[in-house]
Structures are given as structure tokens and as C-alpha cells.
């Protein structure tokens, strides 16, 4: 898959219903693409607003024994702990290894976490039958927005997703986690996202950055934000909040809101 063109957003429409639920939003995309920064833009932008936020991550408060596997990848591996850093790079040896008998291993530990998200969504009050909550409701009260930093997207970017049975193992997944109302995918030039986060090399970016572009055609339902400047990528961001929301977005959103149009996917 080539280069994305200037992709536009896409955005599902919330239907009416007297059930009401928190409203599900999602960050996924390479390591050093921004996903840190555009959370924090983003709930501070909301809570301005009056909403109530919370943050899961997705590897603390979603992944089945993380402490565990964690572990396993710098024993076996031989895997530098740490998060990269400019100027303090690390060698990370986890996601980034190829075995057939690890690719085995994540179908079966996604899966688990899989089980494990649908029964997280479900505590804060997921319902796939419930519209999320009308955000100005009658007594005035504001909507909860729960956000994801990462998602189980993200595991299945890291699987072999042009093989036949690996594509049916991600249709059962779908089955079984809640579909974000706004499941961000984060661009990111591979060069300008390893000098920001030095974990992996140059060449696990450019082939982890296909496999999300190849994930969001094969699922579509992730909101595509360009690789761009970063007041540009904030400003789509907030866009594409709005419009999920249904709420009228603030003046300096709307001034090139015809950049959006739903159902739009990453060009392939």
C-alpha cells in the first residue's frame, strides 16, 4: 500500500434511544504518533466544555497479565525496558519479533484480552443498545466520555492480517469488544516517529504503519487523521469529536469543517 492521500474523517452517526450510555472514543497508531498528545488536547478541550473524562490505558487497565508478558519479552528477548526517548533510545524486542509460534501466542492472549475489554466496557456501562449519552441532556447534565489510549486495534495491527484465518479471527473479535463511537487511527511519518520515540527501528514503523492502514480498510470504522502538522491533527481531532458528539462545535472548529465526510478510509 503506497503513500495515503489527504484522507478525510470519518464519523458514525449516534441514534436516538432512551437508553444512554458514556460515549466510547479510542486512540490507536504507531509508537510516536502523537497519541499522548492528542489525549491530553482532547480532554482538556472537554472538560473545558463541562464534560466528565476518563482515561483508560489500554495495556494497564485492559491487557491479561501484562505484568507477565512483560516480563517473558525481556527475559527471552532480551528487550531494553523504558519508554525512547530523543537523545535516550531503547531496543525494544516484543511486538517487533516474528516467530510463527508468537503469532500463534498473540491470537491466543488477544483474544483473552479481548474477553477482558468486553467485560471492562461492560462495567462502565457499555450497552450496544443504547444510544451514548445526549450531550445536553434536560437537566443539564454533560455526557461521560471515556477514552482509550490504544485499543484492541492495536493488537491485531500486529498480526499477519493478510492471511484468510487471521482475517476471520479479527471478524470474531468484532463480535466480542464494543465498537468505539470514535475509534481514532493516528498517521505518522515512520522517520519523524522513531526521532520522537526511539523504541523500534525505522523499518517496524514503515511495515506497523501499513498494517494499521490495511486494518482500518479491512474494518472500517476508524477515523483516519493525516499525518500533519500538529495544530492541523488537533483540529481534526476536535472535528471529529463534535461531529460523533452532535453537538454544535465551538466557532474556530467549524472553519474548514467541510474537510470531513463520513465513511472515509484510508486511501489504499
Known amino acids: 500500500?503506497?503513500?495515503?492521500?489527504?484522507?478525510?474523517?470519518?464519523?458514525?452517526?449516534?441514534?436516538?434511544?432512551?437508553?444512554?450510555?458514556?460515549?466510547?472514543?479510542?486512540?490507536?497508531?504507531?509508537?510516536?504518533?502523537?497519541?499522548?498528545?492528542?489525549?491530553?488536547?482532547?480532554?482538556?478541550?472537554?472538560?473545558?466544555?463541562?464534560?466528565?473524562?476518563r482515561l483508560l490505558a489500554f495495556w494497564d487497565d485492559i491487557v491479561v497479565g501484562c505484568r507477565f508478558r512483560e516480563g517473558f519479552v525481556h527475559k527471552a528477548y532480551n528487550s531494553e525496558r523504558g519508554i525512547g526517548e530523543p537523545g535516550k533510545p531503547v531496543?525494544?524486542?516484543?511486538?517487533?519479533?516474528?516467530?510463527?509460534?508468537?503469532t500463534l501466542l498473540r491470537h491466543l492472549l488477544y483474544f483473552a484480552d479481548a474477553l477482558h475489554l468486553a467485560w471492562v466496557a461492560a462495567r462502565l456501562g457499555y450497552n450496544s443498545r443504547?444510544?451514548?449519552?445526549?450531550?445536553?441532556?434536560e437537566d443539564g447534565a454533560m455526557g461521560e466520555v471515556i477514552i482509550f489510549d490504544r485499543y484492541i486495534y492495536d493488537e491485531l495491527a500486529n498480526l499477519p492480517l493478510a492471511n484468510p484465518?487471521?482475517?476471520?479471527?479479527?471478524?470474531?473479535?468484532?463480535?466480542?469488544?464494543?465498537?468505539?463511537?470514535?475509534?481514532?487511527?493516528?498517521?505518522?511519518?515512520?522517520?519523524?516517529?522513531?526521532?520522537?520515540?526511539?523504541?523500534?527501528?525505522?523499518?517496524?514503523?514503515?511495515?506497523?504503519?501499513?498494517?494499521y492502514k490495511n486494518l482500518a480498510v479491512l474494518m472500517r470504522c476508524m477515523t483516519f487523521i493525516p499525518a500533519l502538522p500538529l495544530n492541523d491533527a488537533k483540529r481534526r481531532v476536535e472535528q471529529a469529536f463534535w461531529l460523533v458528539a452532535?453537538?454544535?462545535?465551538?466557532?474556530?472548529?467549524?472553519?474548514?469543517?467541510e474537510e470531513i465526510r463520513p465513511d472515509a478510509a484510508p486511501a489504499a
Open 130 to 137: 443504547g444510544s451514548i449519552k445526549k450531550l445536553a441532556a
Open 246 to 257: 452532535g453537538r454544535r462545535a465551538p466557532v474556530e472548529a467549524l472553519e474548514s469543517a
Open 91 to 102: 531496543a525494544r524486542r516484543d511486538k517487533n519479533v516474528r516467530r510463527w509460534y508468537l
Open 165 to 211: 484465518l487471521t482475517r476471520f479471527y479479527i471478524k470474531i473479535i468484532e463480535l466480542i469488544v464494543p465498537r468505539p463511537d470514535l475509534a481514532y487511527l493516528l498517521d505518522a511519518d515512520p522517520e519523524a516517529a522513531r526521532a520522537r520515540k526511539p523504541e523500534y527501528p525505522v523499518s517496524f514503523l514503515r511495515h506497523s504503519r501499513r498494517a
Open 1 to 53: 500500500m503506497g503513500d495515503t492521500k489527504q484522507a478525510e474523517l470519518s464519523a458514525p452517526q449516534c441514534p436516538e434511544s432512551r437508553l444512554r450510555r458514556p460515549l466510547f472514543i479510542s486512540f490507536s497508531g504507531v509508537d510516536g504518533a502523537g497519541k499522548s498528545t492528542q489525549i491530553e488536547n482532547l480532554r482538556q478541550l472537554l472538560e473545558a466544555a463541562g464534560f466528565r473524562t
